[in-house]
Each structure stands twice: as structure tokens, then as C-alpha cells.
């Protein structure tokens, strides 16, 4: 098992930044991919950005291409999502996730532990 604790959520301007963390406890974190995924109400939780265990390879969808930077801290059993020139599109519910191993990375339902979530709400 491996519990997922995310934080770092909040109310930003248009343009800001934010940095999200995700804490993990039990099973070795850092055997494990990564995922962040978003979702707002009516909607289908979708991908944000992945990252191997060892940080080598990763993920991230189109929309937040050259905005977000995905990383991890191993020794700190800690992931992070830094989010710069947030929009309000950006708006959502983020989780992160773990999974063993790089495959289909977009499908959620391939990641067996979540975190509980955490708001980001970017105004105009």
C-alpha cells in the first residue's frame, strides 16, 4: 500500500504560479511512476504530467506543455508539480497517483493509489 497526501493547492491570479506536493508514505515511493491528474465537475479525470520512478523519463499533456514541470524527491518520498503561467482553464481538483510501472500513463484507472486531491482556482 502507499498513502498520498497532496498540498500546495489554492487561489491564484491569472499568470501566477503554484507548486503542488504530494506526500508518500508505505511501499517504496521511489519504485513507483508519478502521475498528476486534474478534474473539474462534469468532466473526466484527465492526465496532467507523469515521471518515471527514476525521473528519466516522463509525461505531460499538451495543454500544459512548457508551463508545468513534474518532479520528485526520493529521499523525501515527495512529488511535486510546478505550475507557472496558470490559466483559468486551469482550474480543477488535482490528484496524484502512483502506479509500478510507464505504461498508459494517461488511463487512470491504471493507477492504484490516489491522494485525496487538492483545489486550484485561477482567477481572471
Known amino acids: 500500500q502507499v498513502q498520498l497526501v497532496e498540498s500546495g493547492g489554492g487561489l491564484v491570479q491569472a499568470g501566477g504560479s503554484l507548486r503542488l506536493s504530494c506526500a508518500a508514505s508505505?511501499?517504496?515511493?521511489?519504485?513507483?511512476?508519478m502521475g498528476w491528474f486534474r478534474q473539474v465537475p462534469g468532466k473526466e479525470r484527465e492526465i496532467v504530467a507523469a515521471l518515471s520512478w527514476s525521473g528519466s523519463s516522463f509525461f505531460y499533456a499538451d495543454s500544459v506543455q512548457g508551463r508545468f514541470t513534474v518532479s520528485r524527491d526520493n529521499a523525501k518520498n515527495t512529488g511535486y508539480l510546478q505550475m507557472n503561467s496558470l490559466k483559468p482553464e486551469d482550474t480543477a481538483v488535482y490528484y496524484c497517483?502512483?502506479?509500478?510501472?510507464?505504461?498508459?500513463?494517461?488511463?487512470?484507472?491504471?493507477?492504484?493509489?490516489w491522494g485525496q486531491g487538492t483545489q486550484v482556482t485561477v482567477s481572471s
Open positions: 508505505g511501499r517504496a515511493f521511489n519504485s513507483y511512476t
Open positions: 497517483a502512483t502506479k509500478n510501472d510507464m505504461l498508459r500513463l494517461t488511463t487512470p484507472s491504471e493507477y492504484p493509489y
